[in-house]
């Protein structure tokens, strides 16, 4: 690692542009274009070079930062910490006003100190720093990009402004939760975690501190901590906007409201619940908005697409969509029904909560708080003469019961279950108390679904199948994640579903009449050409869509 203060600049200057002439097939009548201007505006060549529009300041900036053999910092998980950056400063008597004017901030791990900068060559003020700090600790040089350095003055901003609301006097909650810096503190959440393409938004109090994370493509990753001193009035906050009783800290509340960015506007549900430490907050955000259902957007294979379809087309019976929470389910259902949707047809749907709105379709909120569940739902449906009907999920045997009972009567009801695998299904309704010829003659077809994360495709390399493929039965374009600033350094962008259907044949239902064990039944699914969610996955892989280590990390081994 290059220490700043020992380089000839013009030196390095000149080696670097030489190396980005190559780059980026520089003329010489550019060069002499460079230097002219450098020595018009009194400035770098490398400022120049940028000020020409001839390369952006990101390039220029990580180019300086791979010869320095520095760390280039382009991703808000890797900005330094606004509350370790505060605790140095406040340890080495620096002003946040002028580590903000110059663009330096230090945090220290256990054994070395973090300077991170955004001008390199800001050789004032690494000396300034450098002075300050304790001499025998390593020091680890860092470069900020522009658009980093901007994210880290406005979480000092905040940061400053909510520290001096909580060092007031005052200690009434409900008045904390309308200051203007609590209101930015809870703004900024929803508003980063929009532009990080988050699904939810997990706030969770501990010991000493509280923690903010984001779920992004399925996965936690984590923002912000702060102080449990503030959780509180942030959790007033988030309460007071989602109209739950801010006083109401033992039971768990459920509640929701709108947000808006960048021209986007989204429901946010939220749901409280407490625990040792206080309560644990998840909201969920919803987009208004969302890309035109469809099927086939959703990653079925050609087999796969033509079998629900097929089952969207039926006249009776059932078909149930199974997964764990967040895995999917409910778009896929809203994309069969609007396949099905011609307008010939009368389509209800009973949900809890309500997540997309259809045109032509009545959709009907459950409000099991005032005795409105599914199953009394399901009941009054049967009177309005419905030809399709979907309900969020069966949860209980009344439930079971009534949609069987509608599927006998000339309906084809839609809905979801939680099991491991398709083929689950069936002894689970068993364990409900459902009769298991009631099961063999009503459901037509069952799916399983996950969600895995989908390969950035700016960075994805070429990689060799894994040893456990005959690579015969596959295509021959296995890739595998790497990380580039447009995925944030994760390696994957966006989700795609894998997927298993079953279809319900006379020898299965032979074995579901007889109560047959699990295990016979997915053999017996095989034997009917049915791909399990693994198989599907790895197909999805040779495809150069997803990774094997992502198709290992959500099926488990009893799917594959």
């Given at each position: 690692?290059?220490?700043?203060?020992?380089?000839?600049?013009?030196?390095?200057?000149?080696?670097?542009?030489?190396?980005?002439?190559?780059?980026?097939?520089?003329?010489?009548?550019?060069?002499?274009?460079i230097?002219?201007?450098?020595?018009?505006?009194?400035?770098?060549?490398?400022?120049?070079?940028?000020?020409?529009?001839?390369?952006?300041?990101?390039?220029?900036?990580?180019?300086?930062?791979?010869?320095?053999?520095?760390?280039?910092?382009?991703?808000?998980?890797?900005?330094?910490?606004?509350?370790?950056?505060?605790?140095?400063?406040?340890?080495?008597?620096?002003?946040?006003?002028?580590?903000?004017?110059?663009?330096?901030?230090?945090?220290?791990?256990?054994?070395?100190?973090?300077?991170?900068?955004?001008?390199?060559?800001?050789?004032f003020?690494l000396s300034?720093?450098?002075?300050?700090?304790?001499?025998?600790?390593?020091?680890?040089?860092?470069?900020?990009?522009?658009?980093?350095?901007?994210?880290?003055?406005?979480?000092?901003?905040?940061?400053?402004?909510?520290?001096?609301?909580?060092?007031?006097t005052?200690?009434?909650?409900?008045?904390?939760?309308?200051?203007?810096?609590?209101?930015?503190?809870?703004?900024?959440?929803?508003?980063?975690?929009?532009?990080?393409?988050?699904?939810?938004?997990?706030?969770?109090?501990g010991?000493?501190?509280?923690?903010?994370?984001?779920?992004?493509?399925?996965?936690?990753?984590?923002?912000?901590?702060?102080?449990?001193?503030?959780?509180?009035?942030?959790?007033?906050?988030?309460?007071?906007?989602?109209?739950?009783d801010?006083?109401?800290?033992?039971?768990?509340?459920?509640?929701?409201?709108?947000?808006?960015?960048?021209?986007?506007?989204?429901?946010?549900r939220?749901?409280?619940?407490?625990?040792?430490?206080?309560?644990?907050?998840?909201?969920?955000?919803?987009?208004?908005?969302?890309?035109?259902?469809?099927?086939?957007?959703?990653?079925?294979?050609?087999?796969?697409?033509?079998?629900?379809?097929?089952?969207?087309?039926?006249?009776?019976?059932?078909?149930?969509?199974?997964?764990?929470?967040?895995?999917?389910?409910?778009?896929?259902?809203?994309?069969?029904?609007?396949?099905?949707?011609?307008?010939?047809?009368?389509?209800?749907?009973?949900?809890?909560?309500?997540?997309?709105?259809?045109?032509?379709?009545?959709?009907?909120?459950?409000?099991?708080?005032?005795?409105?569940?599914?199953?009394k739902?399901?009941?009054?449906?049967?009177?309005?003469?419905?030809?399709?009907?979907?309900?969020?999920?069966?949860?209980?045997?009344?439930?079971?019961?009534?949609?069987?009972?509608?599927?006998l009567?000339?309906?084809?009801?839609?809905?979801?279950?939680?099991?491991?695998?398709?083929?689950?299904?069936?002894?689970?309704?068993?364990?409900?108390?459902?009769?298991?010829?009631?099961?063999?003659?009503?459901?037509?077809?069952?799916?399983?679904?996950?969600?895995?994360?989908?390969?950035?495709?700016?960075?994805?390399?070429?990689?060799?199948?894994?040893?456990?493929?005959?690579?015969?039965?596959?295509?021959?374009?296995?890739?595998?994640?790497?990380?580039?600033?447009?995925?944030q350094?994760?390696?994957?962008?966006?989700?795609?579903?894998?997927?298993?259907?079953?279809?319900?044949?006379?020898?299965?239902?032979?074995?579901?009449?007889?109560?047959?064990?699990?295990?016979?039944?997915?053999?017996?699914?095989?034997?009917?050409?049915?791909?399990?969610?693994?198989?599907?996955?790895?197909?999805?892989?040779?495809?150069?869509?997803?990774?094997?280590?992502?198709?290992?990390?959500?099926?488990?081994?009893?799917?594959?």
């Amino acid at each position: 690692m290059t220490n700043p203060l020992t380089i000839d600049i013009k030196q390095f200057e000149s080696a670097l542009i030489s190396e980005l002439r190559e780059e980026l097939a520089l003329s010489d009548k550019q060069l002499m274009l460079i230097d002219n201007t450098a020595e018009d505006l009194a400035c770098s060549k490398l400022t120049a070079l940028n000020r020409l529009a001839l390369a952006s300041e990101e390039t220029i900036a990580s180019r300086i930062a791979e010869y320095l053999d520095w760390d280039y910092v382009n991703k808000i998980v890797d900005c330094p910490s606004v509350v370790e950056i505060l605790e140095q400063i406040e340890k080495t008597g620096l002003s946040i006003d002028w580590c903000v004017e110059q663009s330096i901030f230090v945090t220290k791990t256990d054994s070395a100190y973090c300077i991170f900068i955004h001008d390199p060559f800001n050789l004032f003020a690494l000396s300034v720093v450098i002075a300050e700090l304790q001499p025998k600790i390593e020091k680890q040089f860092l470069v900020l990009s522009s658009a980093m350095l901007a994210n880290v003055v406005e979480d000092l901003s905040r940061e400053r402004a909510v520290s001096e609301l909580f060092g007031a006097t005052s200690s009434n909650v409900a008045a904390l939760a309308e200051e203007a810096p609590v209101i930015n503190l809870v703004n900024s959440f929803l508003e980063k975690a929009i532009q990080a393409e988050a699904s939810d938004i997990h706030i969770e109090a501990g010991s000493s501190n509280m923690v903010v994370r984001f779920r992004v493509d399925g996965t936690l990753i984590e923002y912000m901590q702060q102080p449990i001193s503030r959780f509180p009035a942030i959790a007033s906050r988030i309460k007071l906007i989602s109209d739950l009783d801010i006083a109401e800290r033992r039971l768990p509340q459920d509640g929701r409201f709108s947000a808006r960015s960048a021209g986007l506007e989204f429901d946010v549900r939220v749901s409280t619940a407490p625990d040792v430490h206080g309560e644990s907050i998840v909201m969920r955000l919803l987009p208004k908005k969302r890309e035109e259902l469809s099927l086939a957007k959703l990653g079925f294979e050609s087999d796969h697409l033509a079998q629900i379809k097929k089952w969207g087309t039926l006249s009776n019976g059932i078909v149930l969509v199974t997964g764990p929470t967040g895995s999917g389910k409910s778009t896929t259902l809203y994309g069969l029904l609007k396949d099905i949707k011609t307008g010939n047809e009368k389509i209800v749907t009973v949900e809890d909560p309500v997540e997309f709105q259809l045109d032509g379709i009545t959709q009907v909120q459950a409000k099991p708080e005032i005795g409105y569940t599914f199953a009394k739902a399901l009941r009054t449906f049967l009177r309005q003469d419905p030809d399709v009907i979907m309900v969020g999920e069966i949860r209980d045997r009344e439930t079971a019961e009534i949609a069987i009972q509608s599927s006998l009567t000339g309906h084809l009801v839609l809905s979801t279950l939680h099991t491991n695998d398709a083929c689950s299904v069936f002894p689970r309704l068993s364990d409900m108390g459902v009769e298991p010829f009631l099961i063999a003659a009503t459901i037509q077809g069952v799916q399983a679904q996950r969600l895995v994360r989908k390969l950035c495709n700016a960075c994805a390399i070429k990689t060799s199948p894994p040893p456990f493929v005959d690579s015969a039965e596959y295509s021959n374009n296995w890739k595998k994640a790497v990380g580039c600033p447009k995925c944030q350094g994760r390696g994957y962008k966006g989700r795609v579903g894998i997927y298993e259907l079953v279809a319900v044949t006379q020898e299965l239902r032979t074995l579901i009449t007889n109560s047959a064990p699990v295990a016979d039944i997915r053999k017996q699914a095989k034997l009917d050409g049915s791909r399990n969610l693994f198989a599907d996955g790895l197909l999805k892989a040779s495809m150069g869509i997803t990774s094997v280590e992502e198709v290992l990390r959500v099926c488990n081994s009893e799917e594959g």
